[in-house]
């Protein structure tokens, strides 16, 4: 009985799995070309690579298949874009919102306390927003949460909302009562608002702050350099201020060089809208786009010594800028898609660091070499650091902090 009931199963898999493998490649045959990329199995495509698309394994592929290459995850097409020249080509921009983000709007922002609690939530959630969700491309799993991510993500949005909604409270109990023209929120566009705000520029910034110090400790000539530029702007009797920075190139070229190596967020994501021809190669309706930010930066064609801090580069006439106009370095996008915290996100960025930088002399703990500070990452939303950075800190200024 157990015999006939397997070859009565066996019977009914060949006899669905050989039409849909004979149709799968009767429309490979008959379909505008894709771009290049790894064959995939029928109706699951590339899913089983999941594990190894981040930003690293992303730009692997691309060595084999070039700068433009195509994969098929479950029913969604994705198109990865790495080299420059194919993302000129690729420009998105959504509603723009540089009020919001302007510098001139710093002020008006209260410091922010840092809770173990709240930044363990933050942390949380980069880690879901950057995992790959196996029903994000196979709809019909959805209910069965085959990674597990849903429920976190349920119990990481409800810690939030206990950050959120006394904020949100709080305004509505200051809200002018003649606010008849105001622009009406609702208590869901609010949270999205602050969600971009935490992420865009803290989270972010907090990261790149870290990457800069690290690669400054592996490079401790160029450190030096910076704080021998810093001494001769502020001297060492006051902290520097936002009027210092545009007197301090070669401090600004340690930052460029550090969102080449170690841009705030690896992968960006768009979608197409329509049916559209990039290179020869067709890309279809609500393809799913991923530009690797990452490996653009670290391009060879573009960059000597691609993976190496040289911050000397960006001292060089024609230099690429760091504001999208030029594709080898896109560490906020580009045209019309590009980052609209932009702005914020560098001032707050070049504040922290030349602080940092000024205030104090940092030394690698127990005799550790810069050779020997590790630069290993964690895939997220954003990449950080592995382990958090440890550094010794002596003041160095003579006035007080």
């Known amino acids: 009985m157990h015999e006939q009931l397997v070859s009565e199963l066996r019977s009914i898999f060949i006899f669905f799995l050989v039409p849909m493998l004979i149709l799968d490649i009767i429309s490979r ?5 894709y771009p290049p990329g790894p064959w995939g199995l029928p109706i ?37 874009v790495i080299g420059p020249e194919e993302a000129k080509q690729r420009r998105m921009r959504k509603l723009s919102v540089m009020r919001l983000f302007s510098r001139k709007r710093t002020t008006t922002w209260e410091s922010v306390r840092s809770e173990d609690e709240f930044l363990a939530v933050l942390q949380e959630l ?22 597990g991510l849903n429920e976190r993500l349920v119990k990481a ?18 809200e002018p009562e003649d606010s008849t023209n105001s622009l009406k929120l609702t208590r869901d566009n609010i949270k999205a608002i602050i969600m971009d705000v935490t992420f865009g520029a803290t989270e972010t910034v907090a990261w790149t702050v870290e990457w800069a110090m690290t690669e400054l400790l592996r490079n401790p000539d160029d450190m030096k350099r910076v704080q021998n530029e810093l001494a001769n702007v502020a001297g060492l009797t006051r902290k520097p201020d936002d009027s210092d920075l545009d007197k301090l190139p070669y401090f600004r070229c340690c930052i460029k060089e550090t969102l080449r190596l170690h841009p705030p967020v690896s992968l960006l994501l768009h979608a197409t809208s329509h049916d559209a021809v990039i290179g020869g190669y067709y890309i279809p309706k609500q393809s799913r786009v991923v530009v690797n930010t990452w490996a653009i930066g670290r391009d060879p064609n573009s960059w000597s010594d691609a993976d190496m801090f040289k911050p000397g580069r960006f001292l060089e006439e024609g230099a690429p800028n760091i504001k999208g106009a030029n594709f080898e370095l896109i560490p906020f996008g580009s045209g019309r898609q590009s980052c609209p915290g932009m702005g914020l996100a560098l001032y707050t960025l070049e504040l922290c660091a030349v602080n940092l930088l000024h205030c104090f002399t940092w030394e690698l703990p127990d005799g550790m070499k810069p050779s020997e500070l590790r630069t290993d990452e964690t895939f997220g939303l954003t990449i950080s650091r592995a382990s958090r950075l440890v550094a010794v800190p002596s003041t160095r200024l003579v006035c007080p902090l």
């Open 157 to 174: 949005q409800s810690d939030l909302d206990g950050f959120f909604d006394p904020i949100i409270d709080n305004g509505k109990i200051n």
């Open 44 to 80: 699951i495509g590339n899913i089983m690579m999941a594990k190894r698309l981040n930003h690293r394994g992303l730009a692997k592929l691309a060595k084999h298949y070039g700068g433009l290459f195509h994969l098929k995850m479950g029913s969604v097409h994705v198109i990865v």
């Open 29 to 33: 045959l008959r379909r505008k070309p």
């Open 126 to 147: 980069s880690q879901l927003f950057g995992a790959l969700n196996i029903a994000d491309f196979i709809p019909f799993l959805t209910w069965a949460d085959p990674n």
